[in-house]
């Protein structure tokens, strides 16, 4: 039986009810934890889903220039930056950044804003892989072909016969019946027919509600689960980290060695590492099969196409242009917008988890280490998504062409399951492996948003314990909106809005302010006139290349890139000199 004291003590309370503040901060079991945590804070839901569907859109492994390029130039020094910052002064987001220039406080409270509505609706998605989970114990399973309309048809895949098309309510496929219809219920049925019409936010907004029990409960059960991993700080998830992170690496492993096991699938990586494929070229028209040379067991070991009334074009020739790709400011954005989200970065949570390292903690091989594990299992995530795809384009699969997000793990990846022997099995291992790897950075994000609480005048006057608390129950409050049928649509609005633009504009911003802001007394009493060289030298152009190269030379835009730092390098050469020779001189 617990004492009155004892359970004060629980939740961070002496006996006068007075708040237990420990002498010391707390500090990671050691810097490996430290990693691991990183590591899992980083790696998440679009490192699977995400990742590998902008390889295949933008032309297979040509998508690794921008991706590798915005890695090591604004990945990389953006996580040490952040490491850097949170270890040295030892403080959540918005203190580090009030204790840089008190004008830099926005950008602290910001990031942190951006961190804890992040997290509200990305527990929301977390929690559809908990009523996958549940599902997965269900036999057969809900989108199984028992549950077609033909009840008595077997899914194609299973005997090798073309069997029906897999279809449930809506006359759409069953997997994708039931993840839209069942469970989000975005889809209006007809009680009278089989017909139903999506549901209509643009001239209806709240009519013909509808509730989704099983996501509201799940995402309850998600907000339980952040709060058992962050009350008592890095003390207890020092410890479960360690188990969450390494669980998922660990399936998708498995789920990769399946995939080579699946017919089709080297389809599949055909299309992840090169960005289309035979299968897709037929599906088109453009292109028909005219040679087959076949090995000794029969199969097509090498096919050539050409195009249909001109035989002297390959199919080489519809690969992807490098040229244009390279060109392409989707793919440079989209490269760098993945590398923000699944780093994460610019939102407080690097900050605050490297505050409890010593100050004495390696930051660039930590930075190294984390940015490099991230990338590293995106890549190898791939085959497992890829291997998969192919495997529905085996089968002519209707949904095959769900090849990303949510489309892909709900929609896509269940329907292949329902074909492989012991889909049970299967089903549970895919929502276990989404479900871990969605939490670790759901945590981290509530634990960011603690850190910067306990920083502040109220904060201190509660424990971690009611802190933690509070911020799980408004969040679980605030998650509830994405419960109805209509909050499928706020869901799409706020990820837009949060990924694309603030937390961008927020890295902007972080960069602005070390770069220019931080210790800008300091430079100008060294060497007044260099820093005015260096500052209008790089403002004057940056601010106006950019809009000229767009609307004067809008498909050489490109070229302002090399101009711009070829001008700022001969800058920085004039104040390095300036700043030797002439650095007596004021400008008054």
Known sequence: MFSEKKLKACVGYNADNTVIHSAEKQIWASNTTFILAAIGSAIGLGNLWRFPYLCFKHGGALFFIPYLLCLFFLGIPM??????????LQAGNVKVWNKLHPRMHGIGLATCTACYLICIYYNVIISWTVVLFFSSFASPLPWGWANTIDKDAKPKGVDGSPGPKMLGKCDMPISQAY?????LKTYVVDADSNNCKPYDTKTTMGGASEFQTEVFLAQILVWVVCFICVFQGVKLSSKIVWITVPLPVFFVFIMV?????????????????????RKQMDDLGDYTLTECKKDDLGECEQVDWYAKGDPTRTAQEVAPDITKKLQSAAMWSEACAQIFFTLSICIGVMISYSSYNPRNAPIITNGFTVAFCNSGFSFFAGFAVFSTVGYLYGMDSSVKTKVSSIGLAFVAYPAAIETMPAPNFWCLLLAI??????????????EATVCVVEDSFIGKKLSKFVIALILCVVGSLCSTIFCFNWGFTFFDVVDHYLNVYLVLLMGILQA??????????????????ATLISLLG???????LPLFAYFVFPESSWVAIPIFWGWYV?????????AVFVSKITVK
Request: charged letters at 15%; one cysteine or more; a negative charge.
């Open 433 to 446: 492996t989404l479900f871990t790897l969605g939490i670790d950075s759901a945590f981290a994000m509530v």
């Open 570 to 578: 001969l800058i920085t050469i004039i104040n390095l000199l300036v």
């Open 79 to 88: 996580i040490m930056l952040e490491f850097s910052l949170g270890q040295i």
């Open 538 to 544: 790089y403002w004057v152009m940056l601010i106006p």
């Open 179 to 183: 993840f839209y219809v069942d469970i």
């Open 512 to 529: 602005v302010a070390v770069s220019w802001i931080h210790c800008f007394e300091d430079s100008m009493k060294a060497s007044k006139p």
């Open 257 to 277: 060695m399946n995939g080579f096991t699946l017919k089709n699938s080297d389809e599949g990586f055909r299309m992840y590492l090169k960005g289309y494929s």
